[in-house]
């Protein structure tokens, strides 16, 4: 069956450090793949996706993530975080049935120390 | 312009009652999808209507969950006999063709409805 997983539950860094958070999925096929955002009290917002071609996929807000089809890896990446991108980060993969079903990873919780 | 709204924001109910959740996607988005979040969980599918039709629903948990969206624009998410374990935040996201792989096919996120049985 398909999975995502996120191996890291809550991450700290510091203000302009840089960021990297891990996503490992399952799938038999090329993937649809996802980074989302969630803010206390907002609605998840997508940060950026991969479909095909260019494996380096730039974002919204500075991010990016790298597909690695050897590694079954879609990590998300910031050179320099700020204290705004404090929130909960979920890693997803469109279903084989049906790319329009999206799962989920059970998400990442980034704090950012002043 | 308005993203997708979810009504009610907050829904306290009684063990065994029935309760409504609607969903009102982005105008003109042809798809819509249910989600539920648990605590501490990434949202997990239960529903995806294509206009007024479900295309999928293999994510909904047993008979007591029923979706609508008769008119292909608002949705009604109805759960009857709510049990404790039904308490969570429903997510309603919409997409502009639910034509999943393609690039336009991003998934609009509503702020959810926090439902909480007693």
């Known amino acids: 069956a398909q999975s995502v997983t996120q191996p890291d539950i809550h991450i700290t860094v510091s203000e302009g450090a840089s960021l990297e958070l891990r996503c490992n999925y399952s799938?038999?096929?090329?993937?649809?793949l996802f980074w989302y955002v969630q803010s206390p009290g907002q609605g998840l917002q997508l940060l950026l996706k991969?479909?095909?071609?260019?494996?380096l996929v730039q974002g919204i807000k500075g991010f990016e993530a790298e597909f690695k089809r050897s590694q079954s890896s879609f990590n998300l990446r910031k050179p320099s975080v700020h204290w705004s991108d404090a929130a909960e980060y979920f890693c997803?993969?469109?279903?084989?049935?049906?790319?329009?079903?999206?799962?989920f990873g059970s998400g990442t919780r980034l704090s950012i120390r002043p | 312009g308005a993203g997708v709204s979810q009504t009610p924001s907050n829904k306290v109910t009684e063990k065994g009652k029935y309760v409504e959740l609607r969903c009102d996607p982005i105008?003109?988005?042809?798809?819509l999808y249910w989600y539920r979040q648990s605590l501490g969980q990434g949202p997990e599918f239960l529903i995806y209507?294509?206009?007024?039709?479900?295309?999928?629903d293999s994510g909904l948990p047993n008979d007591r969950f029923f979706a609508v969206r008769p008119e292909g624009s608002v949705s009604t998410l109805k759960i009857q006999r709510t049990e404790r374990g039904d308490s969570a935040v429903y997510l309603c996201?919409?997409?502009?063709?639910?034509?999943?792989?393609?690039?336009?096919?991003?998934?609009?996120f509503g702020p959810g409805t926090r439902l909480t049985v007693l």
């Open positions: 996201a919409s997409s502009l063709t639910g034509a999943g792989g393609t690039t336009q096919d991003t998934q609009y």
């Open positions: 799938y038999g096929a090329t993937p649809y």
């Open positions: 991969y479909f095909s071609g260019d494996t």
């Open positions: 997803a993969v469109g279903a084989i049935s049906s790319a329009s079903k999206i799962i």
């Open positions: 105008s003109g988005h042809t798809a």
């Open positions: 209507f294509q206009g007024t039709g479900a295309a999928d």
